[in-house]
């Protein structure tokens, strides 16, 4: 079975552009998260999906980043336009009856 | 809500010495505990957790730990590590309650250098 995938691996954009990462959950988990760590700091849960819904997106720093869940399979993150405190790593994870499983991260750097 | 403390940022130790990596934690609900760990270059992994009855929880690699209600504490041990180590160690609690959130909150994490 294939974990939690991510895409890019790492990503270096300039201050402004735009960038989407990917997540491919594990197949058929319902529940699929979004957590960011920024240089030095924890890593802080960004938002939540039950399935194609946003169940609880309290952690998103603001309205420059969206998250879509199409059809309730793979979710995308867009960061439009990119700030310089963007830059960390963004940890995909989904989730199925209480286990929680992490994707590799992927590396966001904004010069 | 709920905040963790990890103590140590940084824990160098040589090989086949003990080790324990510390972890508080603070909240107004019951929490679930866990401790995930991030080899160089790869995504977080599940080491053990900690959901109710004994205290004494183990885990993948010869890792273990306490949860200690009175002191809020959930520090992980090792008896005697090796090169291979070598990660970023994280706490990360959840409520206990809530139905499908599975919201976790996690510390800064500490890096375990293991030295020949």
């Known amino acids: 079975e294939a974990g939690v995938t991510q895409f890019p691996s790492h990503s270096v954009i300039e201050k402004g552009q735009t960038v989407t990462l990917r997540c491919d959950p594990i197949s058929g988990h319902d529940n699929l998260y979004w957590y960011r760590r920024v240089m030095g700091k924890e890593i802080k849960f960004l938002l939540h999906f039950v399935k194609e819904s946003k169940q609880d997106e309290s952690g998103m720093p603001n309205n420059r980043f969206l998250a879509e869940r199409t059809g309730g399979t793979y979710s995308t993150l867009k960061v439009q336009p990119a700030e310089l405190e963007d830059s960390g790593v963004y940890f995909c994870?989904?989730?199925?009856?209480?286990?929680?499983?992490f994707g590799p991260g992927t590396r966001l750097t904004v010069t | 809500a709920q905040s963790v403390t990890q103590l140590d940022s940084q824990v160098p130790v040589f090989e086949e010495a003990p080790v324990e990596l510390r972890c508080n934690y603070s909240?107004?609900?019951?929490?679930?505990l866990f401790w995930y760990v991030q080899y160089p270059n790869q995504g977080l992994q599940l080491l053990l957790k900690y959901l109710s009855g004994s205290t004494l929880v183990k885990g993948i690699n010869g890792f273990e730990a306490e949860f200690n209600k009175s002191q809020t504490s959930f520090h992980l041990r090792k008896p005697s590590v090796h090169i291979s180590d070598t990660a970023e160690y994280f706490c990360?609690?959840?409520?206990?309650?809530?139905?499908?959130?599975?919201?976790?909150?996690f510390g800064k994490g500490t890096l375990l250098t293991v030295n020949p």
């Open positions: 994870a989904s989730s199925q009856a209480g286990r929680t499983y």
């Open positions: 990360a609690v959840r409520p206990n309650s809530g139905g499908s959130n599975y919201k976790l909150t």
């Open positions: 909240s107004s609900v019951s929490v679930y």
